[in-house]
């Protein structure tokens, strides 16, 4: 696929599911930052209201897949969409910046988020590459986003700006559940109604990563281990 000029390898979760052996990050001394959506929408469940929340997967998928990756490289956490009563685009928190073994650091942050708020998820992925310090060296960024873009932020320039000021940064995109804005009732009943590609795939594009869209806990599982996984893993 071609992005704004740029060759992108968006992944299906099947395919995700069958590239999970074969990790992108060969280079384990490089740092990682995860950043992960919190935003309200994350404790929405489908349509219907049938099923769970979209955060009990995710919750899910982070305490079986950190436990294999971060005993082997260095990993930091964002967190964005709790805000506050007047400002609900104001929650980016940066949990800590890349540590060794952090596992059940990652771990305990997301169980511990009550999704709130909004989708900035520009200005967290921006915070997360000044905390790799993306000018002097070179460092992974992995977004999990189930939405759009809501409080004003540009992905797409902020993939411009990545690609031609970092050194080697590297945005992967896990799309999480992703839908569109409109249900039809002519689709209800349907599974996995208005599936759709979130706005932050030009992310990816633009800084020589992987976009991939996820539906299930193994599927998630799988695509924090391909872009997020490092090769002494396996």
Not at 193 to 216: D, R
Request: proline share 4%; charged share 20%; hydrophobic share 40%.
């Amino acid at each position: 696929m071609v992005f704004s000029g740029v060759w992108v390898r968006t992944v299906s979760a099947a395919a995700a599911l069958s590239l999970a052996a074969v990790p992108l990050a060969a280079d384990c001394t490089e740092d990682a930052m995860i950043v992960f959506d919190g935003s309200g929408s994350m404790a929405e469940t489908g349509f219907n209201q049938i099923g769970e929340p979209r955060i009990f997967d995710a919750r899910r998928a982070m305490r079986a897949v950190m436990p294999q990756i971060a005993p082997n490289r260095r990993i930091g956490l964002i967190v964005y969409g709790p805000g506050t009563a007047t400002d609900t685009c104001s929650g980016i928190d940066l949990k800590f910046a890349p540590r060794p073994e952090a596992a059940s650091s990652v771990i305990d942050a997301i169980e511990g988020l009550q999704p709130e708020g909004r989708t900035a998820l520009t200005n967290a992925v921006g915070l997360a590459a000044r905390t790799l310090d993306h000018t002097r060296k070179p460092g992974t960024i992995v977004l999990v986003t189930d939405g759009k873009e809501t409080c004003g932020g540009q992905p797409c320039r902020l993939a411009t700006e990545l690609a031609a000021e970092g050194v080697a940064t590297t945005v992967h995109v896990i799309g999480f559940k992703v839908r569109g804005e409109h249900f039809g009732w002519d689709n209800q009943g349907v599974s996995g109604y208005n599936k759709t590609i979130s706005v932050a795939e030009c992310l990816a594009a633009e800084t020589g990563g992987e976009y991939v869209n996820t539906e299930t806990v193994d599927e998630l599982v799988a695509a924090m281990e391909r872009t997020l996984g490092c090769a002494l893993l396996y």
